[in-house]
């Protein structure tokens, strides 16, 4: 069984898959508590739900791709047999985690989408730095940044694990309504950095508030 908070069929607003349609499913609980968190609501909300249920419910919308989200989704220990049921539906499998719990027992096969949490969120302390030795080609990593420091702070991070050309894609995302995307954008060209600037397609197309998006 998982504690299920939601299941839905949008567009998926970030990483390189962004903008394809995508099934959500988010579980229930976090124990981090980011200044910026938009999902607070996933933090408690939730009821149990089978595997099968799971998959069932994610294959009755037709969707090829599906990502595993919360909360955090490696807090309950069913994700994992939950992601590989899902891969041996053939379809394309993303996790999103918050990078403080290891990732090494994440199935092969699965898209891992890695936070690493910069100061402005107040979790930065919680990073599990050792996942940086678990990285892998088709790995991703998002950095939500808040400010300038949140700026330095990823920039830095990238450098000092040489991570440009170890992963898929590096992400640097302004908290919406926060950071404006257009001084993150001179920021990142000022320093010729080889990062992608992610914007969350969602909260353009639907209000930022709306839930099951």
């Given at each position: 069984?998982?504690?299920?908070?939601?299941?839905f069929?949008?567009i998926?607003?970030?990483s390189?898959?962004?903008?394809?349609?995508?099934?959500?499913?988010?579980?229930?609980?976090?124990?981090?508590?980011?200044s910026?968190?938009?999902?607070p609501?996933?933090?408690?909300?939730g009821?149990?739900?089978?595997?099968?249920?799971v998959?069932?419910?994610?294959?009755?919308?037709?969707c090829?791709?599906?990502?595993?989200?919360?909360?955090?989704?490696?807090?309950?220990?069913?994700?994992?047999?939950?992601?590989?049921?899902?891969?041996d539906?053939?379809?394309?499998?993303?996790?999103?985690t918050?990078g403080?719990?290891?990732?090494?027992?994440?199935?092969?096969?699965?898209?891992?989408?890695?936070?690493?949490?910069?100061?402005g969120?107040?979790?930065?302390?919680?990073?599990?730095?050792?996942?940086?030795?678990?990285?892998?080609?088709?790995?991703?990593l998002?950095?939500?940044?808040k400010?300038?420091?949140?700026?330095?702070?990823a920039?830095?991070v990238?450098?000092?694990?040489n991570?440009?050309?170890?992963?898929?894609?590096?992400?640097?995302?302004?908290?919406?309504?926060?950071?404006?995307?257009?001084?993150?954008?001179?920021?990142?060209?000022?320093?010729?950095?080889?990062?992608?600037?992610q914007?969350?397609?969602?909260?353009?197309?639907?209000?930022?508030?709306?839930?099951?998006?």
């Open positions: 069984m998982l504690t299920i908070n939601e299941i069929h949008s998926q607003g970030e390189t898959h962004a903008g394809r349609p995508c099934v959500f499913v988010r579980l229930t609980a976090c124990d981090l508590r980011c910026w968190c938009d999902t609501y996933a933090f408690t909300e009821h149990k739900v089978s595997i099968d249920d998959v069932g419910q994610v294959k009755g919308f037709g090829p791709v599906v990502e595993i989200t919360g909360g955090e989704p490696l807090l309950q220990k069913n994700v994992y047999p939950l992601m590989q049921r899902l891969l539906e053939k379809l394309t499998v993303m996790v999103e918050g403080h719990l290891s990732i090494e027992h994440i199935p092969a096969g699965v898209l891992r989408i890695m936070d690493v949490k910069c100061p969120s107040g979790e930065s302390h919680r990073h599990d730095w050792t996942n940086m030795d678990r990285l892998i080609a088709t790995d991703e998002k950095f939500v940044l400010d300038r420091a949140d700026y330095e702070f920039r830095n990238v450098a000092r694990h991570l440009i050309g170890r992963v898929a894609a590096v992400h640097f995302s302004p908290v919406h309504g926060v950071l404006e995307a257009r001084q993150l954008a001179e920021w990142i060209l000022e320093d010729r950095l080889e990062v992608r600037l914007l969350q397609v969602h909260k353009y197309i639907w209000d930022p508030a709306t839930r099951g998006v």
